[in-house]
């Protein structure tokens, strides 16, 4: 009879504590369910590639909806617009096929990746990097890392995230920097004195054809300022993440990722691999020019991938940088009071093991060590902790995306097998 009571005692506590456990779990979705559809709601208004001037210019001249990019659409239009019109004229001129040396438009590596790769590529990732972007920002909410008292001003750091976005002066600010660059490559390709299907002889000197008129006027312009608008709203999303780092977050030292529960943020530079690689491509396609005239050493070529993805890298990693103040004041509370409970616990045990404890006096209400819960393992784990929510592995696509155009440049004058060595020690850096 007693071990009968005793079993239904211990089975009435353990449904007990499986009810405790539903209820806190039904509390704390209930809440998450809240802030979702409340403040998580304007959390989830963070969508990047919308507003600002070009979009508005867009979709008032009906090339994109509010809940349609068209992006294919679009991509062909600018695509057509910036690489198929100069086309058009070169083949009138004449100037669209020949040999290497008279530089025909076709035979452009440069015109191939500045005005059909990069451009279409700036159209076509749009929708990607900002649903993926969005999806990041709400896990903060649905983990949840966001302490509640953190949500409202989560929700005023998009706020004013968005007035950043929608900035006519940031816009206007590329567009300066697009026609700055551009006049840079008109006076280049005038002082070059060199004849190809952007310049020709006049009875004054040098002069533009109309193919590289076009150029100058529309598509160089409108390659650097979608460069210049992107990498503008990167630094958007790297203040954001600045504002939200400075919040109260629920972070934990023990958590499986290693970093806090971040790691998941620290998979955002990849939503940039598209970008990346299309200006690796105008990078490779520059090198491979210049390895084909034999301007370029082999050595001075391995520095320049080696620069290229350090610099892509740092680009991207730099809003991560925001994360390390919080995770390392994380580890260091949570070693400090791992390492506090250990002493207690530990010389606890050392008192019934050895009777007395051999440094200092005794303590004067001594408690069993099985009272003090023994914290090493999360001493440990605490120790493991990456103060930098990104990993080498996370890395790996954004990383073969600004190689793999500089591998294939340098393809063309160098053993294939002695490119696949750089970028392997690169990679493993």
């Known amino acids: 009879m007693r071990a009968d009571f005793h079993c239904i005692a211990s089975n009435k506590i353990e449904e007990g504590r499986a009810e405790n456990q539903q209820v806190e779990v039904l509390r704390t979705n209930s809440w998450v369910d809240r802030i979702m559809a409340n403040e998580g709601g304007r959390i989830g208004e963070f969508l990047l590639a919308h507003g600002g001037p070009f979009y508005d210019l867009q979709r008032q001249l009906g090339l994109l909806r509010e809940n349609a990019f068209r ?3 679009r991509a062909l239009l600018f695509v057509g617009l910036a690489w198929g019109v100069p086309l058009i004229l070169s083949l009138i001129d004449g100037n669209a096929f020949g040999q290497a040396s008279d530089k025909p438009y076709l035979l452009e590596l440069g015109v191939w990746a500045r005005f059909l790769v990069a451009v279409g590529l700036f159209m076509l990732m749009e929708r990607q990097v900002e649903e993926r972007l969005r999806e990041l920002l709400l896990e903060l909410v649905r983990a949840p890392l966001l302490a509640p008292g953190s949500i409202e001003a989560a929700a005023k750091a998009v706020t004013r995230a968005l007035k950043r976005r929608d900035a006519r002066l940031a816009e206007a600010i ?23 299907w952007a310049v020709r002889v006049s009875p ?3 002069a533009l054809t109309l193919a590289g008129l076009w ?7 409108l390659f650097w300022f979608l460069v210049m608008r992107w990498l503008w709203r990167l630094f958007v999303w790297a203040k954001l993440l600045h504002d939200l ?11 499986p990722d290693g970093q806090g529960g971040l790691a998941f943020i620290g998979q955002y530079p990849n939503v940039y691999a598209t970008f990346v690689f299309a200006l690796s491509c105008v990078l490779g396609a520059a090198l491979a020019q210049e390895l084909i005239a034999g301007d370029l050493a082999p050595a001075t070529y391995g520095y320049v991938m080696g620069g290229w993805l350090l610099f892509v890298l740092m680009l991207l990693a730099w809003p991560l940088l925001a994360f390390r ?3 390392a ?5 949570t070693l400090l009071t791992c390492s506090a409970q250990a002493t207690r616990h530990h010389r606890a045990a050392e008192r019934e093991l050895l009777g007395k404890n051999i440094s200092a006096a005794e303590d004067a209400e001594p408690v069993a060590a099985s009272e003090i819960p023994d914290p090493s ?4 784990t605490a120790g493991k902790l990456s103060v930098f929510p990104v990993s080498r592995t996370a890395l790996l696509p954004v990383s073969a995306a600004a190689l793999l155009p500089l591998v294939a440049a340098g393809a063309t004058q160098l053993p294939i097998k002695e490119l696949l060595k750089v970028v392997k020690r690169l990679l493993l850096l």
């Not at 780092?245 to 023990?254: G, K, S």
């Not at 004041?329 to 509370?333: H, S, T, V, W, Y």
């Open 215 to 221: 150029c100058v006027v529309v598509s160089n312009p």
């Open 325 to 327: 103040k919080p995770l």
């Open 71 to 73: 992006a294919g659409s």
């Open 329 to 333: 004041d994380l580890k260091e509370r």
């Open 245 to 255: 780092a400075a919040l109260e977050l629920r972070l934990v030292a023990t958590h």
């Open 204 to 206: 004054d000197g040098y």
């Open 377 to 380: 393992k999360i001493y440990e």
């Open 174 to 196: 590329c567009l300066a920097i697009a026609i700055l660059a551009t006049i840079a490559t008109y006076f280049r390709l005038l002082d070059g004195e060199t004849l190809s």
